[in-house]
């Protein structure tokens, strides 16, 4: 779902009105990082993903505020590999941050619902996960023959010219 919402951000970042664009994107970015640090804490508390989102939907300016830095620091160079290697960096520490915070226990005024697509989309794009995993299974597998039959062969023929 991150993954979905995260190519939503990006989309965002390119619609006709480039300065609004921008900022959504970047506010959008800063909701999802934050998701990304609770995630750990609310996952060992047993909360669904259903319940992960509606706190960040519905205390946004609490997470925005929360995301904003590591958004900001990771959009300063322009550079994919430097933003990521910073982002690399400082992201345990927000996980820390996130741990230790205490969320608030009253709801915004109006809640954001900006995962609700990327939910959707998620549902339709991974609803039939069995075929996914067989798939792989069976890519796994035919990748593991052909590297056992190389060998084989490598191991024959080197071994020929070897005595």
Not at 8 to 19: D, H, K, N, R
Request: hydrophobic content about 50%; aromatic content about 18%; glycine content about 6%.
């Amino acid at each position: 779902m991150q993954l979905v919402f995260l190519v939503q951000c990006t989309l965002v970042g390119y619609l006709p009105l480039p300065f609004v664009a921008k900022k959504l994107s970047f506010a959008m970015v800063s909701l999802l990082y934050a998701l990304y640090a609770f995630e750990y804490k609310w996952m060992n508390q047993g909360y669904s993903i259903n319940v992960r989102l509606a706190k960040v939907e519905n205390q946004w300016p609490y997470f925005m505020g929360f995301g904003l830095p590591l958004a900001y620091l990771t959009s300063l160079s322009g550079n994919y590999f430097i933003d990521g290697s910073l982002f690399a960096v400082l992201f345990p520490l927000t996980i820390i941050s996130a741990h230790q915070a205490q969320t608030l226990q009253q709801n915004f005024v109006f809640p954001l619902r900006l995962f609700g697509l990327s939910m959707v989309l998620s549902n339709h794009l991974f609803q039939g996960h069995e075929f996914i995993i067989k798939v792989g299974k069976f890519i796994f597998s035919l990748i593991l023959s052909i590297a056992t039959t190389t060998t084989f062969i490598v191991k024959n023929t080197v071994g020929r010219f070897l005595t």
